[in-house]
């Protein structure tokens, strides 16, 4: 697809966003994150870099977590986006949100919608990961504040509480 | 009896973090609104000669382009170093200082629009080092300061330390150097400013002290600050990154007031680090005398702050350089040199520690040291000099409480420390320090008699309570501090106390989040407030009752006889009795910190009603073939006083710890020359995230935090600083480990691969094991030293040769007297 990429020059955008269809021209310079923060509104996925050196930018594209930043927004035609405001069903919480928000794994909150989604990819594929494993897919996202702890951790709570609310449906 | 005091909660600003509905600065999109760029100065020293902005004002969507002439007036976060403007008038001091702004339809235009504009420079000398700037007076970075490019230079004398050190059964000689770093908050700064109905400047901002950048829009742009409102949007991490006033946020105010439409500016990435603020880099030298079982009788100490292109904190960082050597360990003499030059370099000001961190690295390595010398055990040689508690120091400190004993027994016996120092295999070590911080900062930078903090409540017939402090939420959960004390005093859930903070039209001055000062500040004026309110509605409720008042009790959400617990109201109910009584319930609670004893020039930095302490032990494995360094484990022991909400402090231990780490092994703010067929400008070595490396997910150690509370009378329900000083004893007990481990000094940060590999080299050659700084330079203009004499010498805190000062208010610590904001 050919995509003119100069300033004023719009494309049309067809996806679904956090399982919403979405159908609208855009600047066609823009990336994900730009059409996902300026022109959708969805505030909720951050940037620190705009470079892709950071992560806080990461959102689901069809499921596997990308660098909106790195994205341009036309890439993502047909595709299923999610982002943080995603996760929760309703006002019912992700287990995720729950286990951050318990266990102090987000602090000043800016790199958390980022790891959030990143996490929420490990969990879809790897129900039960070790320390370790976390460690490793969250590594392309920075925290300044937490010392990442906390983090693993309530990733680690979050797939606990999965596995036993699996448990208990089965 | 507390029911959440103590408690590990679930913060309240929890949801909105985890939901991505927190919203900062960036998030605030308004109507109509313009998008703000600035242009960066490409040269490190220079005079404008000429800025033709004809060809950015013409292109299409450009509503503005504004140029140093918009804003003549300086501005700066200390009064004594009012010596920034919003754009360069007339020379631009570093590659990055800001000269031009274009104001567009969106950032892309504005971005293409400031490409347009043409500059003329003409190149001044550039000062890359401190060592040039105290060779060269001449051309001077800026026209005020003590002489030359020598910002500050201060010198404090207590005590006859000479006398002490020769006296001593040995003395120690180190020079010790500590690399700058940066803050490298995930949030870039942003700020949106615009005008409200009625034509006031309403600015949003990422900022950590919306009070001084109120103070600093009034007067860069000489306008009443009645008619501004600061909004401190919650930050994306601070760390002091976001502490001063910053020419963005005034340079989109005075947008905003020209064009009458929202403007706004992100930075990006590189602009961040061209924002700076961090840490300083700084040369130093420790002189101690020990006598032969380990007591210290005086420390000489001289530092060199590399301050870059502004003022900023810098008069304070310098004194910080040198205030906190004396509240851990007993020194009965003490003399402390500081000083501060200019270089062309981002401005350095204050980073978590605020100039303490670099002392405390070479203090704690040259205790090391000290201990192999005298074949005493690193732990037990602290031990036995511990400050005492509720003394005073020889640099009139008033230490209260003081659990730095308990400190480190938790961590020597948690870590095994007994059976792992001098006894690993080689290639891997262990190393102890120990540290002391600020519970907030006992004097303001805008000397006045007012309350550093207020906090006002208001009484819903409801039940609910709201909370207005002008403390300003940067992760570190000052909202959840302030909620849980409300709660607390009330007797109702922290859910039903709503939180207004860090808005200058809404709430009481809080004087910002930083030098540690929140949690014991804001939660002592949040108890007096909550106390008030209590009394009032105590006193309905015992009418009601007909009870004592002193029968009167509050806890989950009722309002009861304590000796017939049935016997109560609701708490909505005894707000609504309350109200019929008195009339609309609303208090109000400020803390002013005690007068300091330091009454010397520059006594003004150190003072705090408290501080906390902190012991670390923390284990290393060093490659001896490639000097690879990996840090496995960390024990930290931190006496907090009390931990109001124990999973937020551990939080705040965990970070301080990677903070820590980071600046220990790879961390640098560097700069290097552009090859001279280009320009051969001194340039930011790697101005992003990916080159300016930091711990991931992967290098962070595992973590055992204990926590001391020594339930301090001077914090709310005991509590102490934890946002701060858990960071500071790190990077010295990783040095200290790597000789454990290897037998080498490093005696600087970042201690790298090649630092460990040359100091093996060097120590395989036969030449001492050694990487740091030759010598401290022997030409720094020092003033002659103000003599204090101690405490227990009859000293009253006031210096013996200093000139009369014009009044009390006139100075302090360098910060002279503010009559407030200018009208």
């Excluded at chain 1, 300026?38 to 990308?66: F, M, R, S």
């Excluded at chain 1, 702890?149 to 208990?168: F, G, K, S, Y």
């Excluded at chain 2, 009965?332 to 978590?352: D, I, L, Q, S, W």
């Amino acid at each position: 697809m050919a995509v003119d990429v100069r300033a004023g020059a719009k494309t049309r955008l067809t996806c679904a966003v956090n399982g919403e269809p979405v159908d609208r021209l855009v600047d066609g310079y823009k990336t994900l994150l730009e059409v996902l923060r300026e022109d959708l509104q969805l505030t909720g996925t951050k940037h620190g870099c705009e470079l892709g050196e950071c992560g806080a930018c990461a959102v689901l594209v069809d499921g596997e977590p990308i660098l909106s930043c790195l994205t341009l927004a036309v890439e993502c035609g047909g595709r299923a986006v999610t982002t943080v405001e995603g996760l929760s069903s309703g006002p019912r919480l992700h287990p995720l949100q729950e286990a951050f928000a318990d266990l102090g794994a987000a602090q000043c909150g800016y790199c958390t919608p980022g790891i959030l989604v990143t996490a929420k990819a490990l969990l879809d594929r790897n129900p039960r990961p070790s320390p370790a494993e976390i460690k490793e897919a969250l590594a392309g996202n920075l925290c300044r504040c937490t010392g990442y702890l906390q983090i693993v951790e309530a990733v680690a709570a979050a797939a606990e509480r999965m596995a036993a609310a699996e448990r208990t449906r089965s | 009896m507390s029911r959440v005091i103590g408690r590990p909660r679930r913060r309240v600003d929890a949801r909105a973090k985890v939901t991505g509905q927190t919203r900062f600065a960036d998030d605030v999109i308004l109507p109509r609104m313009l998008h703000c760029k600035l242009l960066r100065s490409t040269v490190p020293h220079a005079r404008i000669v000429r800025i033709d902005t004809a060809r950015a004002a013409a292109h299409p969507g450009v509503h503005l382009v504004l140029t140093g002439e918009a804003f003549p007036v300086p501005y700066g976060v200390l009064p004594v170093s009012h010596d920034e403007h919003a754009l360069c008038p007339d020379k631009v001091r570093f590659v990055g200082d800001p000269v031009a702004a274009v104001i567009a339809r969106d950032e892309a235009t504005a971005d293409q629009a400031v490409h347009l504009i043409d500059v003329e420079y003409e190149p001044l000398r550039t000062f890359a080092a401190p060592e040039d700037s105290l060779a060269h007076a001449e051309p001077r970075i800026h026209d005020y300061g003590d002489g030359g490019n020598v910002h500050r230079a201060v010198a404090l004398q207590f005590g006859d330390v000479d006398a002490a050190i020769d006296g001593a059964d040995h003395v120690f000689d180190d020079v010790f150097f500590f690399e700058g770093n940066t803050h490298l908050p995930i949030e870039q700064h942003a700020a949106v400013a615009a005008t409200d109905p009625d034509g006031k400047l309403v600015v949003w901002s990422s900022t950590q002290t919306p009070h001084y950048l109120h103070r600093s829009l009034a007067k860069a742009l000489q306008m009443p600050a009645a008619h501004i409102r600061v909004i401190a949007t919650p930050n994306g991490g601070g760390f002091g990154g976001k502490s001063d006033p910053f020419n963005h946020e005034i340079v989109v105010a005075g947008a905003a007031l020209l064009l009458d439409r929202p403007v706004k500016i992100c930075l990006t990435r590189e602009e961040v680090f061209y924002c700076h603020r961090g840490r300083h880099p700084v040369l130093m030298r420790f002189r101690t005398g020990v006598t032969r079982d380990g007591r210290i009788t005086g420390v000489d100490l001289q530092t060199l702050l590399d301050g870059g292109a502004y003022g900023s904190y810098g008069v304070a960082s310098t004194f910080y350089t040198g205030a906190l050597q004396t509240v851990t360990y007993d020194v009965p003499t003490y003399r402390f040199r500081g000083c501060r030059v200019f270089t062309n370099k981002p401005p350095c000001g204050p980073k978590r520690g605020h100039g303490t961190p670099q002392a405390r690295f070479g203090q704690e390595v040259q205790l090391d040291k000290i201990a192999e010398r005298l074949q005493v055990d690193p732990a037990d040689l602290r031990l036995n000099i511990l400050a005492p508690a509720n003394t005073l120091t020889a640099n009139f400190l008033r230490i209260g409480t003081m659990g730095l004993g308990e400190c480190v027994r938790r961590v020597v016996a948690s870590a095994g420390w007994g059976d792992k120092f001098r006894r690993l295999p080689r290639g891997h070590g262990v190393g102890l320090a120990c540290s002391s911080y600020l519970s907030g900062a006992g004097l303001p930078i805008n000397w006045n008699d007012l309350p550093h903090s207020g906090v006002q409540l208001k009484l819903d017939r409801s039940g609910g309570v709201t909370a207005f402090c002008g403390a300003t939420e940067i992760g570190q959960g000052s909202d959840d501090v302030l909620v849980a004390v409300v709660a607390e005093v009330l007797g109702i859930e922290p859910f039903d106390v709503r939180a207004v903070t860090g808005d200058t039209d809404l709430t009481p001055v809080d004087l910002g989040s930083y030098s540690s000062r929140v949690t014991l500040m804001m939660g002592n004026a949040a108890i007096e407030a909550a106390t008030r309110a209590r009394d009032l509605l105590a006193q309905a409720v015992s009418r009601k009752l007909e009870i004592p008042v002193a029968r009167v009790t509050f806890a989950d959400r009722r309002v009861f006889d304590a000796e017939a617990p049935d016997r109560g109201v609701t708490f909505a109910d005894a707000v609504c009795m309350a109200e019929a009584q008195f009339g609309t319930i609303g208090t109000t609670g400020s803390y002013t910190p005690p007068r300091s004893e330091a009454k010397f020039k520059g006594g003004g930095v150190g003072p705090s009603p408290t501080y906390s302490y902190t012991a670390a032990i923390v284990e290393v494995e060093v490659d001896p073939v490639t000097g690879w360094i990996v840090v496995p484990a960390v024990w930290i022991a931190h006496d907090v006083g009390r931990a109001l909400n124990p999973a937020l402090v551990r939080g705040q231990v965990e970070g301080s710890v990677y903070m820590a780490l980071g600046e220990a092994l790879m961390e640098e703010q560097a700069f290097r020359r552009l090859p001279p067929r280009l320009s051969n400008a001194l340039v930011h070595k790697f101005p992003s995230m990916l080159e300016y490396k930091s711990p991931t997910f992967l290098e962070m150690p595992d973590v055992h935090t204990d926590l001391v509370e020594s339930m301090d009378p001077a914090g709310p329900f005991g509590a102490k600083e934890v946002g701060q000083g858990p960071l500071l004893p790190i990077m010295p007990a990783l040095a200290n480990a790597v000789y454990d481990a290897v037998g080498v000094r490093i005696d600087e940060v970042p201690i790298t691969p090649e630092k460990i590999l040359k100091a093996l080299q060097l120590a395989a050659a036969g030449k001492p094991g050694r990487v740091g700084p030759a010598a401290f330079p022997d030409h720094v203009p020092w003033p002659e030293a103000l003599r204090v004499t101690p405490p227990w010498e009859g000293g009253d805190g006031r210096a013996s040769n200093e000139p009369p000062r014009r009044s009390r208010r006139k100075a302090d610590a360098g910060v002279e007297a503010t009559t407030g904001v200018r009208r």
